[in-house]
């Protein structure tokens, strides 16, 4: 081990550099919503995939009771995870992408990303197939002024996944 290796090893002990989180703050310029929506159609499946659960009844084995618990507990961590996700792509979008240009396009910007957020939130905490869907719709309508601030209009179509929810997609010339 060099001797500058050995110093630099020992400053990092001493004194430990904070770790840093940036999707991109070059910035790269690359940016789509996609991420949010499909975060989105997940808590939906989730939270159908939970309530179609049957719950086992007075006579069910340990093993089907383990089966259900072991269901419900992964269910329930994919809703979240994915909760936070989408939540983190937008509010990635938020800071990185939608500048002050874009609210004089879309004025009601900040309090649709402000309430997506709180929506992405509620959609963790619950088991609540409207604040799922209600997160979707943000998501989806954050896409539509993303994609409208490139140009581009969009289109609303049942997405190709077993939510079969609508889903926002920019339409290429």
Not at 117 to 132: M, P, V
């Amino acid at each position: 081990m060099s001797l500058l290796y050995s110093l630099a090893r020992l400053l990092d002990r001493i004194s430990p550099a904070r770790i840093a989180y940036a999707h991109c703050d070059i910035p790269c310029g690359i940016y789509d919503p996609h991420h949010a929506q499909l975060a989105a159609h997940t808590v939906v499946r989730m939270v159908d995939l939970i309530n179609q659960l049957e719950k086992p009844g007075p006579n069910a084995t340990a093993e089907q009771r383990q089966e259900y618990t072991n269901k419900l507990a992964r269910y329930i961590a994919t809703k979240e995870q994915h909760s936070e996700i989408a939540k983190s792509e937008l509010r990635i979008l938020w800071a990185d992408y939608f500048k002050p240009d874009h609210l004089k396009t879309f004025p009601e910007l900040h309090d649709t990303m402000w309430k997506a957020l709180k929506t992405a939130s509620k959609a963790r905490q619950e088991i609540n197939l409207q604040a799922a869907e209600d997160l979707l719709k943000a998501t989806n309508d954050i896409a539509s002024m993303f994609w409208k601030t490139k140009g581009l209009e969009t289109i609303t179509t049942k997405a190709p996944y077993p939510t079969e929810r609508q889903t926002v997609y920019p339409k290429f010339k």
